[in-house]
């Protein structure tokens, strides 16, 4: 089984559509991202154009072209008072059954939408499931968009493919990401936990038969979510349900889901399948709103402002923009509660802690908090990335902190945070520093000494040096060196250096456990220091 992010391959099978009508589709262009003197970026986002249906029935065909274009002149209008190329979504149930004549229909209305990136609704393949000869509307929806998706240079496409001589076998939920300027638009279909599987015998330009297991799209989203954080992008959610919907999955499915919203701060959730446009029940600090339908004129416009701190969403009803409601959602919230890495000072004799407040691309950058410790005054910290170092804390003790954090120099502070943490004992340092080996005539000498108990967690380095009364420090092995033998050879001759005079020095350092306390040898006890060595 191979996994695909594109296929260039157009599959028209029996839908009935020519290769030049799907040719005069235009892929969706680049779109409109904020320039220096515009920090706005702009999106649409539509449901439920669902061709034909109409206001009163599934089968309105002239009402449902002619509310359609007026909704797409609507959206053009909009998109053409700040320069025209600015995405649209459209959140599935594209047709109302998924007949070629549907989708041919909808592929000439997409075109005076250019810029369109949609999904799959139920009416686009859920429905249609054993209720289609040869499940060919099923097919053709999932086919047309592998298609689309194909021209749209997607970050990721959730489809594998296992290709056989006979069959082919279709698998996953078939969800995309695609960046655009600061966001990570993630399309999931119908629904999250939405499964289903079928075949179909293919048609007269595809005849093999054709396999498809639709799967959950929850492993996939977290991986996109996760890519998307690491990349200092701001989440969208689209699907076609609502995210509340139980009709698919467990109640384990949509806690995950909802976590994963938290988690990761998804700036806003759309959906389609309600035909209502309206601000519905946030997920925690994510706002989900319902993107309508053509056929009762309503659909959702969005600017994201850095420089205002703000995410505009408005709900166009009538698809009236000028008059619609206008919802507005920060886009930077005050961190949760802090988290704490300790690890052995450089001295050895004392623990520092990292204090960190995370620094996701929704997460508040706090310029400065303070700090008590056991009910002592508060300390002020000028913190970088959300992160402040505590020093000389004492080893294996319990401390209580109060943290003020602030979102701006000379504001009150926005919160108090406060709670224990328990510092770690100290790191250990090696032992038994001792020289194993002396030659006078090449003016060396073998320093030989055991790693610490318990050991440094890898990646560590060892660091050894020698210092003298009027010289400087001598760095025999830096951190820099990734080396982890115990045993280091001293070249005092070739230095000008005196063997005796000098005192040597081992410590260990790792990110995660600092810096070990140092082993030390003073050269006038190389002599009794306990290694076998022989004397020339």
Not at 211 to 227: G, H, K, P, R
Not at 319 to 348: E, V
Request: glycine letters at 8%; a neutral charge; one cysteine or more.
């Amino acid at each position: 089984m191979r996994f695909i992010t594109h296929t260039v391959r157009a599959t028209l099978i029996a839908a009935g559509l020519s290769a030049a009508a799907h040719a005069a589709l235009p892929a969706p262009t680049a779109p409109h991202i904020s320039s220096p003197q515009d920090e706005v970026q702009r999106f649409v986002i539509r449901a439920d154009t669902q061709y034909p249906r109409g206001p009163d029935n599934g089968n309105q065909p002239g009402e449902s072209i002619r509310l359609m274009t007026e909704q797409d002149n609507a959206i053009n209008q909009w998109r053409n008072s700040f320069g025209g190329s600015i995405p649209v979504f459209l959140n599935g149930d594209v047709t109302e059954f998924g007949h070629g004549s549907e989708w041919s229909k909808m592929f000439e209305h997409l075109a005076k939408v250019p810029g369109t990136y949609w999904g799959l609704g139920n009416h686009d393949y859920q429905n249609n499931v054993d209720d289609c000869a040869n499940n060919g509307c099923a097919r053709d929806s999932i086919q047309h968009l592998e298609a689309a998706v194909a021209g749209w240079q997607v970050d990721s496409f959730h489809l594998a493919k296992e290709n056989k001589p006979d069959y082919e076998r279709w698998t996953g939920s078939f969800g995309y990401s695609k960046t655009i300027g600061r966001i990570t638009f993630i399309q999931l279909n119908n629904h999250f936990a939405y499964t289903k599987s079928f075949s179909s015998n293919g048609g007269p330009i595809f005849p093999k038969k054709i396999y498809f297991d639709v799967t959950a799209s929850l492993n996939w989203l977290e991986q996109q979510m996760e890519i998307a954080n690491k990349n200092g992008k701001y989440i969208v959610i689209n699907l076609h349900r609502p995210p509340r919907d139980s009709t698919f999955g467990s109640e384990a499915d949509r806690i995950r889901f909802y976590n994963l919203l938290n988690q990761y701060r998804v700036l806003s959730i759309f959906h389609g399948h309600t035909h209502y446009a309206a601000k519905r029940q946030a997920i925690g600090d994510t706002p989900v709103y319902d993107a309508g339908s053509s056929f009762l004129r309503g659909f959702l416009t969005a600017e994201l402002d850095e420089g205002k701190n703000s995410l505009v969403v408005r709900v166009a009803t009538d698809n009236d923009i000028q008059n619609a409601k206008a919802y507005s959602t920060p886009l930077h919230l005050l961190p949760p509660a802090p988290t704490f890495q300790f690890s052995t000072q450089p001295s050895g004799d004392a623990i520092q802690g990292l204090v960190m407040y995370a620094n996701r691309p929704r997460d508040t950058q706090l310029p400065v908090v303070e700090i008590s410790l056991d009910g002592l005054p508060f300390k002020r910290y000028d913190i970088s990335n959300n992160a402040a170092l505590l020093y000389d804390l004492r080893p294996d003790t319990q401390y209580r902190y109060s943290i003020k954090i602030y979102r701006a120099e000379g504001e009150a502070a926005a919160r108090e945070d406060k709670g224990t943490f328990t510092t770690p004992a100290l790191a250990k340092a090696p032992t038994d520093l001792c020289v194993d080996h002396i030659d006078g005539d090449m003016g060396t000498l073998r320093l030989k000494w055991k790693n610490p108990v318990p050991g440094f967690r890898m990646p560590y380095y060892i660091q050894v040096e020698a210092s003298e009364p009027g010289n400087p420090l001598w760095v025999l092995r830096s951190l820099a060196d990734d080396r982890r033998s115990t045993t280091e050879t001293v070249r005092y001759q070739l230095h000008g250096r005196a063997p005796f005079a000098m005192t040597y020095h081992v410590f260990y350092w790792s990110a995660s456990d600092g810096h070990s306390g140092k082993a030390q040898l003073a050269g006038k006890d190389i002599w009794t220091s306990g290694c076998q060595y022989l004397k020339d």
